[in-house]
């Protein structure tokens, strides 16, 4: 029985752990939406007729939190270590076209960093 105990309480203090980990990030993201709503309804950041890389420019200049810069959940499963594959890569024959595509990832990548803002239902804040 008292070993049934221990395991319990070690149990009972991971899961403890990670919910205090979501609630923390669950927090920061409600603060960023609250910050975003807020600037919105004050004029203070315009995202009507804007470019994605520039709105993500704005928001990164005004302080929002990357998504990936949010505080990570702690996972209360066992982390398997994974080995990773090298593949050959083919040299680019147009080595400009090869740093376009790179360029518009970037983009791509950044701009995914604020879905979690702009992916919101503006619609409901109207009367």
Known sequence: MQEFYQLRIDFYGKRKEYLRSKLKRDLQILDMKVKFVLELLEDKLVIKNVKRADLCARLEKGGYVKFSDLTKIQSTKLQEKVGTVKIDEKPEENAEEAVNDEREKVVIAKAKEYDYL??????????
């Open 118 to 127: 702009l992916t919101m239902n503006m619609w409901t804040l109207t009367y």
